[in-house]
């Protein structure tokens, strides 16, 4: 399969990668979230290539992702919003920063803090189960086959997810696997 028709898997991941998929995506995401919204402002901050980033914004509205909006007529020019879909890719962009930040930040530390408006506190979103409140970990849970995927035909249980390794064992869980 070619990476220009993974939009036609049955996969949500598969079709969401379709959309957001590149770095340079995210990128722009992460400054709509952070409040940039005009052509100029993503080209400063994130110093890509202007066709880059004029193909990038282009797919996001095509997608539904983002909106354009007029600011001004003469000359014309346009600004552009998260839409609700957009939105909703909050916490994609969150727990890709959690992760960094966990992983990635270096000695100084994360460079983002989140702010719960409501309270005012910094906070660090987690993943919990709707039904029981736990925080939700990945040894704990099992998928399984979907409406779309059991009209395929396959089966209706699933597999645990698979256990982390640690760092420095990655050879040794190769080697079990085969």
């Known amino acids: 399969m070619r ?6 898997m ?4 598969a079709r969401t990668l379709s959309v957001i ?3 340079w995506t995210m990128l722009i995401l992460r400054d709509a979230f952070l409040g940039v919204r005009r052509f100029e402002d993503f080209e400063k901050d994130l110093k890509m290539p202007r066709h880059r980033l004029s193909e990038r914004l282009r797919k996001l509205v095509e997608q539904n992702a983002l909106t354009r909006v007029q600011y001004q007529t003469r000359p014309r020019r346009f600004e552009y919003r998260l839409t609700e879909k957009g939105v ?18 270096g000695a100084d530390g994360p460079p ?13 979103p987690a993943l919990k189960c709707p039904e029981c409140d736990e925080e939700i ?16 035909g396959l089966p209706a ?10 760092a420095g064992d990655a050879a040794a869980a190769i080697n079990r696997a085969r």
């Open 3 to 8: 990476w220009n028709d993974i939009d036609q």
């Open 137 to 152: 970990r990945a040894r704990e849970m099992t998928a399984r086959p979907g409406p779309a995927l059991r009209k395929r």
């Open 88 to 105: 909703d890719l909050y916490p994609v962009i969150v727990s890709l920063m959690n992760w960094g930040d966990r992983w990635m930040a």
């Open 21 to 23: 998929g590149d770095r």
């Open 157 to 166: 249980y699933g597999r645990a997810a698979p256990r982390p390794v640690p």
């Open 10 to 13: 049955t996969c949500s991941l």
């Open 112 to 124: 983002v803090e989140l702010i719960h408006r409501n309270c005012g506190k910094q906070i660090v």
